[in-house]
């Protein structure tokens, strides 16, 4: 039987007590924590510097788009009170009051036998939705007074059906000094003066300023 004899085996025995040391061990994990740390914060590292870049272009963007923001919001501004102008204009010209079917229908009811010396119309700026117009004016015949209240009468009569609260009140009614030529007649006559009220309603209470026209 052959025998063997192992001379090594303190020298190996030493050298597996070093490969089980649990300090070595222990350092190696450490190693490897460290290198996966390292690793980790190089590329969170790199992500970081991607999204400072992408910051960046984004502010070089906004930079560039705020000015023009800006001029925008300035111009949007400007065409907001050009369109609040605009839109006063256009409720003045809408809610204006028009004298011209007015004079028609004043012309329409004044007989022949009476002469209109002075008409004036009147819209007041206070707001309030009425005009007044006022005649003055000389009336001739057998009977002047009557044909100066039928005048005004008549103009009573031609507005209340399109106007509201029509008054129509003689200022002054006097007999006349003078005798005038009527149909080859001589006839007396009266100095008058009338004063119509008519009102056209709440939506025209935004009138323009007061025009006069005689």
Partial sequence: MALHLNLYHEIQKTKALKRRDPLKISLYGLGAIA??????????????????????????????????????????????????????????????????????????????????????????????????????????????????EDLRTALAETFTPKFKNVTSTFKTLEDGAEMVMLDGKQVPTATFAISVQLSFGAESAATPAPRKRK
């Avoid at 991607?50 to 960046?56: H, R």
């Avoid at 809408?94 to 329409?108: D, N, S, T």
């Avoid at 007989?111 to 119309?121: A, F, K, N």
């Fill in 35 to 148: 290198i996966a740390f390292a690793v980790f914060y190089f590329v969170q590292l790199l992500h970081m510097h991607s999204i400072l870049d992408e910051l960046n272009t984004v502010k070089a963007q906004q930079d560039k788009i705020l000015p023009l923001a800006k001029a925008a919001k300035k111009r949007e501004d400007e065409l907001a009170i050009k369109q609040k102008a605009t839109d006063a204009l256009v409720k003045r010209i809408e809610g204006r009051f028009y004298w011209a079917p007015i004079l028609e229908r004043v012309m329409q009811v004044v007989p022949r036998e009476v002469q209109i010396t002075r008409l004036s119309g009147d819209v007041p700026s206070d707001g309030l939705s009425h005009c007044v117009i006022s005649l003055d004016g000389l009336s001739a015949g057998s009977d002047p007074r009557k044909v100066a």
